[in-house]
């Protein structure tokens, strides 16, 4: 019996032990297949993450202005957001025009309810699909020159409302330096203005390369101040007349309206100075370029004035190129981009010249801009 009883103990204690074991292998298998799947999540967290930090570095920080769908979120999350949205100005006039050329509304500069009948409104109009015919857009303007008076008539108990209406185009080959960006057309008085904005990366990528540094090279140690924007720009004269166009009178303006000058050719010279590593032939080649590809080395002389000649755009001639601005602050959101325009009287009389002012609406976000990659050389 005592040899059973012990025997049974035994028994019992290897049960318990197995139990233990089992129950021990059990948890670490758990374990482990916790840890697989940790380790699971945290590489498809890592994946996202990284796939978000690209799709975000490969955005342009200054792009045109909202989409109409942004603000109809804003208006959804928030239904008394004070947040006009005009899918179409003034509509049972407006509409017909826009129809006739088979015109669409895709975005707006937005305005809040009390500014509405005060400030102008900017709509953003785009062809199916974003093709761009330069041809079709004249032709929508003489239509709607008509129609436009009438929809900016004050109404009862209103101030006057300026509507602003910009074409919207996704066509690169409209410009000799083709776009990456959408291309924003505006035509006022016999002018044609297209802008579009160009990311330091892509100019890295086209300039920033061989033996010549980029006109628009930068390094991360420099100022926000001595960064900068770059826009393209085409400017077609369809007047009889000559126009002039002064880059340092051209400025970007923010929500706060921090005032972002333009820069010339020298500004361009004077930042490779503040850069200890930009010198020699690189910075020789790099002006050389600039000389080449901004807008206002490639517009000829129309005015000759001692010591200080006039450039612009002749009679029935385009001219195109690179337009630089001071880099705008980090908290900038609704930007404008204003191109002062002087047309030369058809007189032949001493008359003041008129400045016609072209403004385009961009947004700015800062995470686009913190995601951007850093300098390269190619």
């Given amino acids: 019996m005592k040899w059973f009883y012990r025997q049974t103990k035994s028994c019992e204690n290897v049960e318990r032990y197995v139990g233990r074991r089992l129950c021990r292998s059990r948890q670490i298998k758990g374990q482990r297949g916790d840890l697989l799947l940790n380790i699971g999540m945290l590489f498809l967290l890592g994946l996202v993450v990284s796939g978000c930090g690209q799709s975000l570095a490969s955005l342009a920080p200054i792009q045109p202005v909202h989409n109409i769908a942004d603000a109809l979120m804003e208006k959804a999350n928030n239904p008394s957001a004070d947040v006009v949205i005009p899918a179409i100005p003034s509509e049972d006039m407006a509409k ?24 102008a409104l900017t709509y953003m109009l785009a062809f199916p699909e974003y093709a761009y015919s330069i041809n079709d857009w004249d032709n929508f303007l003489t239509d709607w020159a008509e129609v436009q008076p009438q929809i900016e008539l004050p109404k009862e108990n209103e101030d006057r409302k300026m509507v602003d209406v910009v074409l919207v185009s996704d066509h690169p080959e409209a410009f000799q330096t083709q776009a990456r960006q959408n291309i924003l057309t505006k035509t006022l008085d ?28 930068e390094t991360e140690g420099l100022k926000q101040g001595d960064k ?3 826009f393209y720009v085409q400017i077609t004269n369809n007047r009889n007349e000559h126009v002039i ?59 000759k004035h001692v010591g200080a000649p006039r450039i ?38 001493v008359q003041r010249y008129q400045t016609v002012e072209f403004k385009f609406p961009f947004t700015h976000s800062k995470g686009i801009r913190v995601a951007q990659p850093a300098p390269q050389r190619y």
Wanted: proline share 5%; net charge positive.
């Fill in 190 to 217: 016999g002018i044609t203005v297209s802008i579009c904005y160009w990311r330091r990366a892509d100019l890295d990528r086209k300039y920033n390369r061989g033996n010549a540094f980029s006109p628009f090279y």
């Fill in 245 to 303: 166009f002064d880059v340092k009178k051209s400025t970007v303006v923010d929500q706060g309206e921090n005032v972002y000058p333009g820069l010339n050719y020298e500004d361009l010279r004077l930042r490779f100075s503040y850069m200890s590593r930009a010198t020699g032939l690189y910075v020789t080649n790099g002006l050389e370029k600039a000389r080449e590809i901004l807008l206002e080395k490639r517009m000829p002389i129309v005015e």
């Fill in 228 to 230: 900068t924007d770059v």
């Fill in 96 to 119: 017909p025009v826009l129809e006739k050329h088979g015109l669409q509304t895709v975005g707006f500069r937005i305005a809040k309810g009390n500014e509405a009948n005060t400030k």
């Fill in 312 to 349: 612009g755009v002749e009679p029935g001639k385009s001219v195109e190129g690179f337009v630089p601005f001071t880099q705008v602050k980090g908290n900038a959101v609704e930007l404008t981009v204003v191109l002062p325009i002087e047309k030369a009287s058809s007189s032949e009389g």
